[in-house]
Every structure is written in structure tokens, then in C-alpha cells.
């Protein structure tokens, strides 16, 4: 899962939603070093990728991009799960995704202290940009993969894979539902056993 995702499952503990923000850039045991609240969140950012990556219906979305994108179509996967989200999110809480984004932005100026050096370098454009809320649409979700192609020096083709989404449109977004509704659930519990 992307950005909104993992900061959606994290629930409403603001120092989880930190945490499982800067998750991958903590490595091995360094979550030990942070708070317990958001060593919490690294945890369940990286329960959250273990799932998702063993998933069949993950698996089948992949499925359909790796003969263009290789290994990077989990990535993209992952982007397009996040613009699903976006676009239904009021079928998954009923605070105003604009609101939602700009609580969260509001919330890492708040942070920025604790955030990776890599994160501190990144929010302003998060910000300026206004990626969370940019995944809501297609055009949206076509930067943000045009973003990732150049941050891949080209390499990843991703900026072309707006064409898969709009091809395989209601087949990303089924499988999308249907394996969010489970992640929600793995999300909740793992939670609880943290």
C-alpha cells in the first residue's frame, strides 16, 4: 500500500500514523530507538507491506502489470490501490478527504523534528503538491507516476501505466475493494497485538 493507506490504517493515534509514515525508511531493529507509539506504527507499516505483498488478490493485480513493469509493478499497484481509496473515500470515513489530507499535512510540520532526514526533504513537495489528495483522480495519480519514472531515472516505464489503469479500470478497482476490506481487518487486529 502507498501513503494514504498506511496513514488510514493507522487509525487515530497520531503517533502510529507518524510511525507508519516513516516506516521504510527505518531499518532492522533502529524502530527501537523511537517512542513506543511510533516504533508501534513501524511495525504495523511493516505488517501492513507483508500481507499486502503475500495477498492472491495483490498477486492478481500485479499479475496484469509485470509483463511491462517487472518488478516495479508492485509499486504501481500500490499507487493505484491508494487512487481507489482516494476516489471511495467516503465509503471509509466520514471525515472530508480534503480535511483529512490537510489534518495529516498539519500533523508532520508538527513532527518534522522526529521525521527521517529523506521525509524532511520530501514534505514540502507532499505539501505543495498536494499528493494525498491528488490520488483522488486519474490525472492525479498519472503525476505521481511520472514522479516515480523520474525518480527511477526512466527506468521503470511507470509514467505509462496510466494506460493499464484505465484499461483494467473496474478490475484494479474490484480487487482493490475486496482486498481492502481484508487488510482493514488484518490492520485492526495486528493493532491490538502490538
Same mark, same amino acid.
Given at each position: 500500500?502507498?501513503?494514504?493507506?498506511?496513514?488510514? /490504517?493507522?487509525g487515530e493515534n497520531e503517533s502510529i500514523i507518524i510511525g507508519n509514515f516513516i516506516a =521504510?525508511?527505518?531499518?532492522?531493529?533502529?524502530?527501537?530507538k523511537f517512542p513506543p507509539s511510533i516504533a508501534k506504527g513501524i511495525l504495523l507499516h511493516?505488517?501492513?507491506?507483508?500481507?499486502? @505483498?503475500?495477498?492472491? %488478490?495483490?498477486? +492478481?493485480?500485479?499479475?496484469?502489470?509485470?509483463? &511491462?513493469?517487472?518488478?516495479?509493478?508492485?509499486?504501481?499497484? =500500490? *499507487? /493505484? $490501490?491508494?487512487?481507489?481509496?482516494?476516489? &471511495?473515500?467516503?465509503?471509509?470515513?466520514?471525515?472530508?478527504? @480534503?480535511? !483529512?489530507?490537510? =489534518?495529516? $499535512?498539519?500533523?508532520?510540520?508538527?513532527?518534522?523534528? *522526529?521525521?527521517?532526514?529523506?521525509?524532511?526533504?520530501?514534505?514540502?513537495?507532499?505539501?505543495?503538491?498536494?499528493?494525498?489528495?491528488?490520488?483522488? %483522480?486519474?490525472?492525479?495519480?498519472?503525476? *505521481?507516476?511520472?514522479?516515480? &519514472?523520474?525518480?527511477?531515472?526512466?527506468?521503470?516505464?511507470?509514467?505509462?501505466?496510466?494506460?493499464?489503469?484505465?484499461? !483494467?479500470?473496474?478490475?484494479?478497482?474490484?480487487?482493490?475493494?475486496?482486498?481492502?476490506?481484508?487488510?482493514?481487518?488484518?490492520?485492526? +487486529?495486528?493493532?491490538?497485538? /502490538?
Open positions: 500500500m502507498n501513503f494514504l493507506a498506511h496513514i488510514y /490504517l493507522s =521504510d525508511g527505518i531499518k532492522g531493529k533502529r524502530y527501537e511493516r505488517g501492513i507491506d507483508t500481507f499486502t @505483498d503475500a495477498h492472491p %488478490t495483490v498477486h +492478481q493485480s500485479t499479475a496484469r502489470l509485470h509483463k &511491462n513493469y517487472s518488478h516495479y509493478s508492485g509499486v504501481i499497484v =500500490d *499507487i /493505484l $490501490y491508494d487512487h481507489f481509496l482516494a476516489k &471511495n473515500w467516503s465509503k471509509y470515513s466520514d471525515q472530508p478527504l @480534503d480535511e !483529512y489530507v490537510q =489534518d495529516f $499535512y498539519e500533523l508532520l510540520r508538527k513532527n518534522f523534528t *522526529i521525521l527521517p532526514a529523506r521525509i524532511q526533504r520530501m514534505m514540502p513537495y507532499m505539501i505543495a503538491d498536494n499528493w494525498l489528495l491528488s490520488y483522488a %483522480t486519474v490525472e492525479g495519480i498519472s503525476k *505521481i507516476l511520472a514522479q516515480m &519514472n523520474v525518480r527511477t531515472k526512466g527506468v521503470s516505464k511507470m509514467n505509462l501505466a496510466v494506460a493499464e489503469l484505465e484499461e !483494467y479500470y473496474d478490475e484494479f478497482e474490484a480487487e482493490f475493494t475486496s482486498f481492502f476490506e481484508e487488510l482493514r481487518t488484518f490492520s485492526k +487486529q495486528k493493532l491490538i497485538e /502490538l
